[in-house]
């Protein structure tokens, strides 16, 4: 039996590197005081749409439910959190949640990315202000710290700056000329320079004004070396203050992993402010987190009052970041294996792995009766293994080896028992 196109079953290893983003997550998220929903998997598509329009159904699954109703999974957390908090008239803002889980997406399946994938996300609603911005940056810049993740960039940027240069260029304030120009510079990272170019010719557009903008789209520099080496391209432009503000306050909270890159905008019909992008800058595995502000979603669902600014990012991906970098085989292993020599020793060794159990340590012992050789295969993938046999169970001990050095050590079951966080170390 196949599982169908874009699934896949989530193995133990896997499952294990997940659980550890999700701890870390859960983590970061609470110290920056976001609390955490899981928003329903279902969603009426009238809601979906209200995100991506009426083109989202090609991104997405639905389906009719028994009573004949438009229904669709998730495709990701932003709209069944702000679903939730539109609906709260007495909710308190700012509001902060968070949200882990599974999201399911009619994508081309992709390396990183299957038809049902893993996502965290944060969100900050209530009155948009430059410090929420901040708020949502330093939370992604410590996340990837408590990960462990190297090489990271958080690349950001203003839609309104972009926009604004647009006009400057072409000479106009036309709505359609500035979304069809957004598009060509969000092509950049997909597209060759002169595939678009080519492609745009053809629309009609001037090759030289969409030359400078490409130019203006493939900048990267802090503000500093923008203000020295691009000054004349980005005086007056609007956005620019509010970025510089930005960066500051970046500064004075310590996140310093920030550059500004003008080629990027994400969500053409969705995003209204800062937008950014996280990047392993080692790496061409594409952005692992991406995310900025918006008040398109909440307007659409009957709230003019309030805006928002959140980040997400794709687990799976960061997981393959991780092993790049060598970093998932460090997650902490905290199993425990009993393992026993014969058969008359298997009754001591279960007795003592439920001892164990029940003070919280996680084991694992054989309970088919295979040999001590084919048991200590098993317990290489634990941090100890926990050896009981005749001889050293007769004077009440049992061999300790940790299964990363292999050393070895005789230790009294008593002391074992009453003193496991200090001698096991997990």
Request: proline share 2%; no cysteine; net charge negative.
């Amino acid at each position: 039996m196949e599982l169908p196109r874009g699934m896949k079953d989530v193995e133990p290893d896997e499952l294990i590197k997940i659980e550890h983003i999700r701890q870390k997550f859960q983590e970061t998220a609470q110290l920056f005081g976001f609390r955490q929903m899981d928003p329903s998997p279902l969603e009426s598509l009238e809601t979906l749409e209200a995100k991506g329009g009426e083109a989202i159904k090609d991104e997405i699954y639905f389906f009719k439910d028994k009573g004949d109703r438009d229904i669709a999974l998730r495709f990701d957390f932003t709209v069944g959190l702000t679903r939730y908090v539109v609906s709260q008239k007495s909710l308190r803002m700012p509001a902060k949640f968070s949200a882990f889980g599974g999201v399911w997406r009619y994508d081309e399946p992709q390396r990183g990315r299957y038809r049902y994938f893993h996502q965290w996300n944060v969100e900050i609603y209530g009155k948009q202000s430059l410090e929420s911005e901040a708020e949502i940056l330093e939370f992604t810049s410590r996340l990837f710290d408590a990960l462990k993740i190297q090489n990271i960039s958080i690349d950001i940027n203003h839609r309104t700056l972009v926009q604004s240069y647009i006009n400057k260029v072409f000479e106009s304030n036309n709505q359609e000329l500035v979304s069809d120009i957004l598009r060509a510079i969000d092509k950049i990272q997909k597209k060759s320079r002169q595939d678009i170019l080519n492609e745009y010719e053809k629309k009609g557009y001037d090759s030289s004004r969409l030359d400078k903008i490409l130019d203006f789209a493939n900048i990267k520099a802090s503000p500093k070396e923008i203000q020295e080496k691009h000054k004349e391209l980005v005086t007056g432009l609007d956005g620019w203050i509010h970025l510089t503000k930005l960066i500051d306050s970046l500064k004075n909270r310590d996140v310093e992993n920030v550059r500004i890159n003008f080629g990027i905008v994400r969500g053409l019909d969705y995003y209204s402010g800062m937008v950014f992008e996280v990047f392993d800058t080692t790496s061409d595995l594409g952005a692992l987190a991406g995310g900025g502000t918006y008040d398109a979603l909440t307007k659409a669902f009957g709230r003019d009052d309030i805006s928002a600014t959140g980040v997400a990012g794709g687990v799976e991906r960061m997981i393959l970041t991780m092993e790049g970098q060598e970093i998932a085989s460090i997650i902490p292993t905290k199993m425990v294996s009993v393992v026993y020599v014969n058969e008359e020793m298997q009754t001591h060794a279960m007795s003592l792995a439920s001892k164990l159990r029940q003070k919280q340590i996680p084991v694992t012992i054989d309970v088919s009766g295979k040999s001590l050789s084919k048991q200590m295969e098993y317990a290489a993938e634990s941090a100890y293994a926990i050896i009981v046999g005749p001889r050293e169970y007769a004077d009440d001990s049992i061999v300790l080896r940790n299964m990363k050095d292999g050393k070895e050590n005789m230790i009294k079951i008593n002391n074992l028992l009453e003193s496991l966080s200090s001698i096991l170390n997990l």
